[in-house]
């Protein structure tokens, strides 16, 4: 039986389920999966390779298709490696890349006992199951049937035919802009100008806001470490990796200046000092809690982005003191544009 998967993004939203939630569901139910993504990003192959550790399975065989041509940067590449020892060390399956011809196809196949349960094709790449993909994608689940059983065929042949496991293979990465934030849900990309424009406009209402590392935190930059989604029959479904949520000290959410959570003020816009505009909002008690609106992702990967950038952290680490001393910052200053309710974040070091 086929099913169709869309994103279901306003104003286009159908009936019908989204990718990630499906790929999620047979994900828990399987012992073996196969993937053949043209496409991977950092966060899904951190997340496949948390899932694995916390539940101990299931087997993996990834093949990814088009970045032995186009080039992978430093934090995919370590992530992919990551994943790759991960299920190696535990004979759980492999990584590999297409190195015979660029392959863009989209699929992935669900197994359970040596029976196929389902298998997808379409456009979502891997990136898709981690939520808040600004981009509409369209697939094709097929439960249970011979389509099924040919996808999960054809991957196979792939892997065997055309592509290379990724710990014999040699790739010098692709230094890369700071793009993390690229094709997120609520997420703009500004022009130069209008940043100029912001930080020109910026008034005397500031803080200075502590960003804190600890190798056993699970909250704050470290809020991915914290517990994960336990469903009934015991499958982990662990925290992503770019969840953040920062702390502020009662000394700075006492001033009046400070957005107050359940107030008018307690969502707002941020535009960032290299160029990105999203809504962040306060809450918890005394306003603590700093997060972004909707999606912890979304300052996460703003964070963690400018860190993993500048070489001080790698995929699935943890952040530590080190890790903002290495950068050359251990804060995050908070301005308020004039006459405005929309803040402008700044986590620059010179020469970062």
Request: glycine share 8%.
């Amino acid at each position: 039986m086929a099913s169709l998967l869309f994103s279901n993004l306003s104003p286009l939203r159908t009936d019908t389920q989204k990718y990630a939630d499906v790929f999620k569901d047979y994900l828990k139910q399987s012992d073996n999966v196969q993937i053949a993504s043209g496409y991977i990003s950092t966060d899904s192959a951190v997340d496949l390779k948390n899932i694995i550790e916390a539940n101990g399975g299931p087997k993996l065989n990834l093949c990814v298709g088009m970045h032995y041509f186009e080039g992978l940067s430093p934090v995919q590449l370590d992530a992919l490696q990551s994943l790759d020892i991960v299920l190696r060390e535990r004979s759980l399956g492999s990584v590999s890349m297409v190195t015979t011809f660029p392959f863009h196809g989209k699929l992935v196949s669900f197994g359970k006992d040596e029976a196929i349960l389902g298998s997808i094709l379409g456009s979502s790449n891997l990136t898709n199951i981690v939520e808040g993909q600004r981009q509409y994608e369209a697939d094709c689940l097929f439960a249970g049937d011979n389509q099924a059983v040919e996808i999960n065929d054809f991957i196979n042949r792939l892997i065997e035919t055309a592509a290379k496991p990724l710990d014999t293979l040699t790739i010098t990465p692709v230094i890369p802009e700071n793009n993390l934030l690229k094709d997120q849900l609520g997420v703009v990309k500004l022009q130069d100008s209008e940043t100029r424009n912001a930080k020109a406009q910026l008034g005397e209402v500031q803080f200075d806001i502590p960003l804190k590392g600890d190798v056993s935190q699970r909250s704050g930059l470290n809020a991915s470490f914290g517990e994960g989604r336990r469903n009934q029959q015991g499958f982990v479904q662990p925290r992503s990796w770019y969840e953040v949520e920062l702390i502020v000290p009662k000394e700075i959410t006492d001033n009046p200046e400070y957005p107050k959570a359940n107030s008018e003020n307690a969502q707002f816009d941020v535009v960032t000092d290299d160029g990105w505009k999203f809504r962040c909002k306060v809450s918890g008690d005394y306003s603590k809690n700093l997060r972004s609106e909707d999606d912890l992702k979304t300052l996460g990967r703003w964070i963690k982005g400018r860190l993993e950038n500048a070489g001080v952290l790698r995929p699935g680490e943890r952040v530590t003191d080190e890790t903002l001393t290495r950068y050359g910052r251990s804060s995050l200053k908070m301005s308020r544009i004039k006459d405005t309710n929309t803040w402008y974040l700044d986590f620059g070091v010179e020469n970062a």
